[in-house]
């Protein structure tokens, strides 16, 4: 029997792979996880409540597009959060964010661009739906390094025009993930000129939005309306997962112009699982709601002042701007990952797991990623422990 091979080339998946590095060695110490971006945080204190009220919703199929009620929850916290006027046709719900980050290249890549096979350009490192999306679609992956030369983002000027003619989507993370570095104002209007220039989509990944630490992050849909854009240029993806602390509710949504967004919701009407009624319901109490928000991201700021204290004198340590990742330098991330479990019982993720070589170069492979996601205590308990490990 034949299979595809579209998918042969694809590397262990990362938690597989990390798996098949620690899963065999006994952890040198009580086990603090600070490899996955599983927010610990407390739950919306309305959450349970709602949900119970909505229960006889699951007795009937949801609405494809996202409810009115949903839609016109996250049309006004758009423009709380970033002063956009969006309507609910130019909205779309979704099962989380891997789901629209996925099917958004179905939906919207061409099977050929300027006559010849597209191109999808994505951070290295990277969330690995993008380039999953790119080879589906069948599209040339393109990794582009985001390193501290490039401030931890892509630098898309140093695309050559030619790639950049056949490009016809652009993944982009901010705040990124891993790194936590934010896109200015000026760096996306210079990705939206370039986009113009040369007729390619943005995909904006913007689901550690709310996790920063100082002032809020610009978005990409703000400084596209700003600058008077095409308004199918920039499709923009958020998540309650890491705003709100509710990864396994599987809530978020896509927004972009309405060409757009009707192609998501025809390929979705299709081949897509819509959210669920209680869930689209109470997301929607969910998003009209900024004081959880306002209590996590307080508490994140002040595990990231922990690490600061901890970790500060590292050599190449840099605190980030948003999101709840620390992006370590090490000689060896595997190495380090390997060590550190050995040791100590401290689970961190090698960075090489994150992005893709190019050339011979992993721009991941000198680092480990470290999330903080859990309690201060094992935080700063696991911190002390990498540090006294890693760092002597």
Same mark, same amino acid.
């Given at each position: 029997m034949?299979?595809?091979?579209?998918?042969?080339?694809?590397?262990?998946a990362?938690?597989?792979?990390?798996?098949?590095?620690l899963?065999?060695?006994?952890?040198?110490?009580?086990p603090?996880?600070m490899?996955?971006?599983?927010?610990?945080?407390?739950m919306?204190?309305?959450l349970?409540?709602?949900?119970?009220?909505?229960?006889?919703?699951?007795g009937s199929?949801?609405?494809?597009?996202g409810?009115?009620?949903?839609?016109d929850?996250?049309s006004?916290w758009?423009?709380?959060?970033?002063g956009?006027?969006?309507?609910a046709?130019?909205?779309m719900?979704l099962?989380?964010?891997?789901?629209?980050?996925?099917?958004?290249?179905m939906?919207l890549c061409?099977?050929?661009?300027?006559?010849?096979?597209?191109v999808?350009l994505t951070?290295?490192p990277?969330?690995q739906v993008?380039?999953v999306a790119?080879?589906?679609?069948?599209?040339?992956?393109?990794?582009l390094?985001?390193?501290?030369d490039?401030?931890?983002?892509?630098?898309?000027?140093?695309?050559?025009a030619d790639?950049l003619?056949?490009?016809?989507?652009?993944?982009?993370?901010?705040?990124?993930?891993p790194?936590?570095?934010?896109?200015?104002?000026?760096?996306?209007?210079?990705?939206?000129?370039?986009?113009?220039?040369?007729?390619?989509?943005?995909?904006?990944d913007?689901?550690y939005?709310?996790i920063?630490?100082?002032?809020?992050?610009?978005?990409?849909l703000?400084?596209a309306?700003?600058?008077?854009?095409d308004?199918?240029?920039?499709?923009?993806?958020?998540?309650?997962s890491?705003?709100s602390? /509710?990864? +396994?509710?599987r809530?978020?949504?896509? @927004?972009?112009g309405?060409?757009?967004?009707?192609?998501?919701? *025809?390929? &979705? %009407?299709?081949?897509?699982?819509? /959210?669920? +009624?209680?869930?689209?319901?109470v997301s @929607?109490?969910v998003?009209d709601?900024?004081?959880?928000?306002? *209590?996590s &991201? %307080?508490l994140y700021?002040?595990?990231?002042?922990i690490?600061?204290?901890?970790?500060?004198?590292?050599?190449?340590?840099t605190?980030?701007?948003?999101g709840?990742?620390?992006w370590?330098?090490?000689?060896?991330?595997?190495?380090?990952?390997?060590?550190?479990?050995?040791?100590?019982?401290v689970?961190?993720?090698?960075g090489?797991?994150?992005?893709?070589?190019?050339?011979?170069f992993?721009?991941?492979?000198?680092f480990i990623r470290?999330a903080l996601?859990?309690?201060?205590?094992?935080?700063?308990?696991?911190?002390?422990?990498?540090r006294?490990?890693?760092?002597?």
């Amino acid at each position: 029997m034949e299979y595809p091979k579209r998918f042969a080339n694809l590397p262990v998946a990362t938690w597989p792979r990390l798996r098949g590095l620690l899963d065999a060695v006994q952890p040198g110490g009580d086990p603090i996880n600070m490899t996955i971006g599983d927010p610990k945080h407390a739950m919306p204190p309305f959450l349970a409540e709602a949900m119970t009220a909505q229960m006889a919703g699951f007795g009937s199929y949801p609405n494809n597009d996202g409810a009115p009620a949903l839609l016109d929850a996250i049309s006004r916290w758009l423009a709380r959060r970033y002063g956009v006027t969006v309507t609910a046709n130019e909205i779309m719900s979704l099962n989380g964010t891997r789901e629209g980050l996925y099917n958004a290249s179905m939906a919207l890549c061409p099977e050929v661009k300027n006559g010849q096979r597209p191109v999808i350009l994505t951070p290295n490192p990277f969330y690995q739906v993008y380039a999953v999306a790119a080879l589906s679609v069948g599209a040339e992956p393109v990794y582009l390094p985001a390193t501290a030369d490039t401030g931890h983002l892509p630098d898309f000027d140093a695309v050559p025009a030619d790639v950049l003619d056949r490009t016809a989507i652009a993944y982009i993370c901010s705040p990124a993930n891993p790194q936590g570095a934010v896109a200015t104002e000026d760096y996306w209007r210079n990705l939206i000129a370039l986009a113009e220039k040369h007729d390619f989509k943005i995909f904006a990944d913007e689901c550690y939005s709310e996790i920063y630490r100082g002032r809020a992050p610009v978005g990409a849909l703000q400084v596209a309306q700003a600058m008077g854009a095409d308004p199918e240029r920039v499709v923009i993806f958020h998540s309650l997962s890491k705003r709100s602390n /509710l990864a +396994g509710l599987r809530s978020g949504f896509c @927004a972009s112009g309405p060409k757009n967004i009707a192609a998501i919701r *025809a390929l &979705r %009407a299709y081949a897509g699982a819509p /959210l669920p +009624g209680p869930i689209q319901a109470v997301s @929607a109490l969910v998003w009209d709601d900024e004081d959880h928000v306002t *209590a996590s &991201r %307080a508490l994140y700021a002040e595990k990231f002042d922990i690490a600061d204290r901890i970790l500060g004198h590292v050599p190449g340590y840099t605190s980030p701007e948003a999101g709840f990742f620390l992006w370590l330098p090490v000689p060896d991330g595997e190495q380090a990952a390997l060590t550190l479990w050995a040791k100590t019982g401290v689970r961190t993720l090698p960075g090489a797991y994150l992005s893709r070589d190019v050339s011979g170069f992993n721009p991941g492979a000198g680092f480990i990623r470290v999330a903080l996601c859990g309690p201060k205590s094992d935080v700063e308990r696991g911190l002390t422990r990498l540090r006294d490990t890693v760092y002597q």
